[in-house]
């Protein structure tokens, strides 16, 4: 089975300094995929970047960046110059992928999230 | 861009009501998923589907059921509406695919009370 790890329920950064979140998991699956989403006060969850589990470089989008350890099951995820905006909540979540000739329905499993609060 | 719209971003009943949660996508996804998230908890899968009329329970289905007649449009049911079911609800959408990088797309929430 699956399972997910954010150790920490809340984390205060100040704005423009970068903050770490960080994501442990656990699978006996060789391949996966795993996701960070940002849920802000407004209830919505929105996708912020992915690493999969054979890509050799750590993933990176804009301000978003993914330190992958792959041999300690980490995917944390680097917020660099912080925004106010950027205060919400953050959740990692893995999906696994079947074996070869078999059907991925897409299943994701998420942590319990951690909220981030960006002081001015 | 993916439109997932859910029906309603609060709703209030009572319990043992019947009540639907309607979710629709624009994006001709094959798959779609029911989560609940509670506080401490995540977000925890109740049902998902695969392609129309199929489904497949998740990890805390008791008390729900599911629908899905048209490839666009998923409802979760409360079958008779309970104190505990008092939650925030998100549904989601993906592809189906054999890759993993695809996301899931989700709407913005239905924050459910039960009295």
């Known amino acids: 089975a699956q399972k997910i790890t954010q150790t920490q329920p809340g984390m205060f950064v100040q704005e423009k300094e970068a903050v770490t979140l960080d994501c442990t998991y656990d699978t006996s699956d060789p391949s996966y995929g795993l996701f960070w989403y940002k ?49 919400a909540m953050y959740f990692c979540a893995m999906r696994e992928v079947p074996n070869a000739g078999g059907t991925s329905y897409g299943k994701l499993t998420f942590g319990q999230g951690t909220i981030l609060t960006v002081h001015p | 861009d993916v439109k997932v719209t859910q029906s309603s971003r609060y709703l209030v009943k009572r319990t043992g009501e019947k009540v639907f949660l309607e979710c629709v996508q624009d994006m001709d996804h094959e798959n ?25 329970k998740g990890d805390i289905p008791e008390g729900y059921s599911v629908s899905r007649e048209k490839k666009e449009r998923f409802s979760l049911i409360l079958e008779s509406a309970s104190t505990n079911q008092t939650s925030m609800y998100l549904c989601a959408s993906s592809l189906r695919t054999a890759y993993s990088n695809q996301p899931q797309h989700f709407g913005d929430g239905t924050r459910l009370s039960i009295l």
């Open chain 1, 39 to 87: 849920q802000p006060s407004s209830g919505e969850m929105i996708f912020l970047i992915y690493q999969g589990s054979y890509d050799q470089q750590n993933a990176t989008e804009g301000r978003y960046s993914l330190n992958f350890q792959k041999a300690r099951k980490s995917a944390n995820l680097v917020i660099s110059a912080s925004q106010l905006g950027d205060s």
């Open chain 2, 32 to 56: 779609m998923f029911w989560y609940r998230q509670d506080p401490g908890l995540g977000l925890r899968l109740i049902y998902f589907s695969y392609d129309v009329k199929m489904k497949e």
